[in-house]
């Protein structure tokens, strides 16, 4: 069985920074993607960064690019996503998401996998 479990979440200034964490556990197919996704109350969920786990492409949302770093630790079990100069709308539960089966990477019903979600909170 497959887990997801995110840390890291929690209450910042604007301007300040959060690192998420996202812990793997279980087989599912290590060679594909893995995202890092929010959804603020009464939004949908948008993708934020996205990892294909080898050779390690990335790709971010435009609202977020150079803000927001997205890495795996070198045994492949852990997903971490650097946000920087955070502001009130980045605001959301952040989820991790693992195992895309194809089409837009950013399309939330294209992945296999879900964690619960870390709550992020910017004060302005």
């Known amino acids: 069985q497959v887990q997801l479990v995110e840390s890291g979440g929690g209450s910042v200034q604007a301007g300040g920074s959060l690192t998420l964490s996202c812990e793997v556990s279980?087989?599912?197919?290590?060679?594909?993607?893995m995202a890092w996704f929010r959804q603020a109350p009464g939004k949908e969920r948008e993708g934020v960064a996205a990892?294909?786990?080898?050779?390690?492409?990335?790709y971010y949302h435009h609202l977020v690019e150079g803000r927001f770093t997205i890495s795996q630790n070198n045994a492949q079990n852990t997903v971490f996503l650097q946000m920087n100069n955070l502001n009130p709308e980045d605001a959301a539960v952040y989820y991790c998401?693992?195992?895309?089966?194809?089409?837009?990477?950013?399309?939330?019903?294209?992945?296999?996998?879900w964690g619960q979600g870390t709550q992020v909170t910017v004060s302005s």
């Open positions: 998401a693992a195992e895309l089966t194809g089409g837009q990477i950013f399309d939330s019903n294209r992945w296999n996998y």
């Open positions: 279980g087989y599912f197919n290590r060679n594909k993607w």
């Open positions: 990892l294909h786990v080898n050779p390690g492409l990335t």
